[in-house]
């Protein structure tokens, strides 16, 4: 399985982004599917998870902010992220996971980064 992030980019305090995440596997063979982000020398936190029935969870740093989707028919999984802060700044890591049968699996993306500046 392969996940492609994109929709990274530079970002003024306030403004929007979308991020994308296509996968090369339908997304009905996941158990859940997410985002984690890595800011500069602190450790990767989780911010957003979606299963394929639409439950979604947030961390309570973006609550309100961020919305998780996905696009079945396109493999897709977005994160839309508004009223972005400074704080939001990092590398944005989209996963997928399921149970196999020898235990679970977890997918990465590459990872795109987001900067939030004036």
């Known amino acids: 399985v392969q996940l492609q992030a994109s929709g990274g980019g530079w970002v003024q305090p306030g403004g929007s982004l979308r991020l994308s995440c296509a996968a090369s596997?339908?997304?009905?063979?996941?158990?859940?599917m997410g985002w984690h982000r890595q800011a500069p020398g602190k450790q990767r936190e989780l911010v957003a998870t979606t299963t394929p029935g639409g439950d979604t969870t947030y961390a309570d740093s973006v609550k309100g902010r961020f919305s998780i989707s996905t696009v079945n028919a396109k493999n897709t999984i977005y994160l839309e992220m508004n009223s972005l802060k400074p704080e939001d700044t990092a590398v944005y890591y989209c996963y997928a996971r399921r149970l196999g049968t020898t235990g679970w699996g977890t997918y990465w993306g590459q990872g795109t980064e987001v900067t939030v500046s004036s």
């Open positions: 596997d339908s997304m009905f063979r996941f158990d859940g």
